[in-house]
């Protein structure tokens, strides 16, 4: 099999990436540091070219067609051992970390299990960075600052281990075959472990209806007195939706109630 034969997978996500601005401006994006990079996704190895030129890569592909074209097209740089590709499903290999080293992750990711991939991402202790192209839609929920409409548990989950911020923009005719919706690429640096299990809970309950206020979402599950006691401590009106209140604000809720 040769590169001009593949025939994209719609069932593996793929939509490879052919605009060379775009995949220089995921390179120049990357964080400077000496972390390894895993690519989740390599499919043909356009972005996966530029990434072994800089740094040494660990790459994860599902597809054993598109393993195999990547064995071939790599040979030199897997024997110099710039580039590993673990062949099978991502999820499946990735334990409490993806590697035993640190890494940056930088892919453009099937958006099927985009959202997944970075959830296991920001509790991997390994994983330091992540750089990645998803649906546009995504992208926004994750990099979202409170006060925004798209603000909710994943740019609060987010902006609490680092900092999200989006890069670029990216129009579906810079992909073969065009997926249907505009993408993004955006960065997230961890500088703290993801949050405990029992906050991203609560996050849940405070968001089960958006447009609701958030004390009536949370009396769902918690005492409404306690609640009560804590919107006061903490200055939020008893008629504030989810979406208005800061990240800050709700480790503080978390706290108390
Ligand atoms: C959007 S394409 C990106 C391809 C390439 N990196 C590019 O930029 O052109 C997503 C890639 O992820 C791979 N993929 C899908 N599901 C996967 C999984 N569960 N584990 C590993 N790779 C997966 C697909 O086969 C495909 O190569």
């Known amino acids: 099999m040769n590169r001009e034969s593949v025939v994209a997978k719609k069932k593996f996500g793929q939509n490879f ?6 995949l220089r401006k995921i390179v120049e994006a990357m964080p400077k540091n000496d972390n390894k990079v895993v690519e989740i996704g390599p499919g043909l190895g356009d972005l996966t070219k530029f990434l072994v030129d800089v ?13 195999k074209l990547l064995q071939t097209t790599f040979k030199e ?17 990735w334990k409490n970390t993806l590697i035993d080293e640190p890494y940056d992750l930088v892919a453009n990711l099937p958006y099927y299990i985009a959202t997944n991939i970075i959830l296991k991402a920001l509790a991997d202790p390994m994983c330091k960075n992540i750089l990645v192209m998803v649906q546009l839609e995504v992208a926004e929920k994750f990099c ?5 409409k798209v603000f909710g548990s994943l740019g609060i989950i987010a902006q609490s281990v680092g900092d999200a911020r989006l890069i670029v923009k990216v129009p579906p005719t810079a992909f073969d075959p065009q997926p249907k919706v505009d993408s993004a690429v955006f960065l997230i640096q961890k500088s703290r472990d993801r949050s405990e299990k029992e906050f991203e809970d609560m996050l849940r309950v405070a968001f089960t209806q958006p447009r609701k206020t958030l004390m009536k979402n949370l009396s769902s599950k918690y005492e409404k007195v306690t ?31």
Do not use: M, N, W
Not at 17 to 22: A, G, M, R, T, V
Not at 57 to 65: G, H, L, M, N, R
Not at 77 to 93: F, N, P, Q, S
């Open 17 to 22: 990436l052919k605009d060379e601005s775009i």
């Open 55 to 67: 740094k040494s890569v660990e790459a994860f592909e599902v597809d054993t067609d598109l393993c």
């Open 77 to 93: 740089e897997i024997a110099t051992k710039r580039l590993h590709i673990h062949c099978g499903d991502v999820l499946e290999a």
């Open 144 to 148: 979202a600052e409170s006060g925004e």
């Open 227 to 257: 609640l009560q006691e804590a919107f006061e401590k903490l200055g939020l009106t008893l008629t504030i939706r989810p979406h208005q209140v800061s990240t800050k604000d709700y480790h503080q809720l978390y706290k108390i109630i």
